[in-house]
């Protein structure tokens, strides 16, 4: 019989049951605005220092999560998104905000 020792695996299942609870985390709940758009991805991609920034320079009366679902297919938000930064429209940035969120929580 061959007896050998399997080094780091209990490392390897504790960090797996770690990345599962995060999975399970991110999939019960919708991150915040203020979780979403960290100032540095606001900077690396916008003109703005802040997401806060942003919503105040847009023109747009936005005090809460909800006002942005109901501009999101906006024509006028969409090109002030386009003309402020890397993004073609609302979407596309909500979409690289929340790739960059998931590989902040699951990739820590």
Not at 17 to 30: H, M, T
Not at 65 to 88: M, S
């Amino acid at each position: 019989m061959i007896d050998f020792e399997i080094k780091g695996f209990d490392e390897f299942e504790r960090k797996s049951r770690e990345l599962q609870k995060d999975v399970q985390e991110l999939a019960s709940r919708y991150p915040k605005v203020s979780e979403l758009f960290l100032d540095d991805f606001m900077q690396e991609n916008t003109s703005y220092k802040s997401i806060d920034e942003m919503l105040d320079a847009s023109g747009f009366e936005i005090n809460k999560q909800e006002d942005l679902q109901k501009i999101r297919g906006d024509e006028r938000w969409n090109a002030f998104v386009n003309e402020n930064t890397k993004f073609e429209n609302w979407n596309e940035m909500l979409l690289n905000a929340y790739k960059k969120y998931i590989q902040r929580k699951l990739f820590k």
